[in-house]
């Protein structure tokens, strides 16, 4: 009885070995490693807001060289103390780069001395490709409708948190933008798309844009470039700006 026991658990030993080195290796783990393409090198800056190695520098606190004013006009906002500010009527400002799928980062803060109140208090605003407005507006403390406060792309689509910080104190913004495809008839193809971190907190979420903003009636596509500049707003109000860099994708 033993002896056959025995016998019997060598063969089931034998029987697993030789299926163990007969089996083929059909899915190696190779099989799903890429190598090709390699991702490029680039040099991170030395914090996450400091602008990596492939960025263009869009404002570094020295002059508004990388923007236009309206009508072709120099940009006349004010350069100071290495911030970019608002001057009160002088109006819109334009990159003289255009951009399309886009990494921002860009810094703001609205005036320390609070004034007004709604859209009326630290308002002003990042035109993506120069049509998709993400919301500058001191939403600390400040009752507005939902689409239209801080981190909003305005009128469309509400911050999934408020993440304000006090008046005075500087904010972060870092966007990524999927810019809208376009068919030849002029029509949607693939609407943009946008997340937008605020102070470290998501905001957007790969939220889908439904046309250019518009501050009365629903947003509309209309056909664009695939590359567009981007502008800040004049809304009035003495925002300030500094550390804005982007990388095309
Ligand atoms: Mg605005």
Same mark, same amino acid.
């Given at each position: ?51 990596? *190695? ?69 308002? *002003? ?20 409708? *939902? ?83 981007? *502008? ?18």
């Amino acid at each position: 009885m033993k002896k056959s026991i025995l016998y019997l658990s060598l063969i089931g030993t034998g029987l697993s070995v030789t299926a163990f080195a007969q089996e083929k290796p059909v899915n190696p783990p190779a099989l799903t490693e890429v190598w090709k393409p390699v991702p490029k090198l680039i040099t991170p800056g030395a914090s996450a807001s400091a602008a990596p *190695s492939d960025a263009i520098i869009l404002f570094d606190g020295k002059d508004a060289a990388a923007f236009i004013g309206e009508n072709g006009q120099p940009a006349k906002w004010t350069v100071s103390n290495g911030n970019l500010t608002v001057q009160k009527g002088a109006g819109t400002i334009t990159t003289k780069e255009a951009f399309g799928d886009c990494q921002l980062h860009i810094e703001w803060k609205s005036p320390e001395v609070v004034k007004g109140e709604g859209q009326g208090r630290g308002n *002003s605003g990042i035109f993506l490709m120069g049509k998709y407005e993400l919301q500058v507006l001191d939403s600390y403390n400040n009752v507005t409708y *939902s689409n239209g406060q801080a981190g909003s792309i305005y009128k469309q689509l509400i911050p999934l948190a408020n993440a304000s910080r006090k008046p005075g104190e500087w904010q972060t913004y870092d966007v990524v933008f999927m810019a809208p495809r376009f068919n030849e008839d002029g029509s949607v193809k693939i609407p943009a798309t946008v997340t937008v971190i605020h102070n470290g907190v998501l905001v957007q979420n790969h939220a889908t844009i439904a046309g250019a903003t518009q501050y009365i009636g629903a947003p509309a596509y209309e056909k664009h470039a695939d590359k567009e500049p981007l *502008s800040l707003q004049d809304h009035g109000d003495a925002v300030s700006y500094r550390n804005i860099w982007i990388r095309n994708l």
